[in-house]
């Protein structure tokens, strides 16, 4: 993904990433706070579309997946 991040730590910090942006979701929307619910879910949906992207495209340029590469190039951060 990146040529100056090593490759196990890119997957593992952004499956981390995502599952720390879930985490406190619950309680964010028992509290009735949509605002940072909301922003949980933009963060975790960025954090799995990079763990997605690091697990697939390591060290390859072939299109296995071609359902993803419909998926992961929707502009989410625009």
Not at 22 to 31: C, E, G, S
Not at 63 to 75: R, Y
Request: hydrophobic share 55%.
């Amino acid at each position: 993904m990146y040529s100056l991040t090593p490759y196990p730590i890119t997957p593992i910090g952004a499956f981390l990433g995502f599952v720390l942006a879930i985490a406190p979701l619950p309680l964010q929307l028992a509290r009735r706070n949509h605002g940072l619910f909301m922003y949980g879910i933009w963060i975790a949906a960025f954090n799995l579309q990079m763990f997605v992207n690091s697990v697939i495209w390591h060290d390859n340029t072939r299109v296995t997946a071609k359902v993803w590469c419909d998926i992961g190039n929707v502009e989410l951060f625009s």
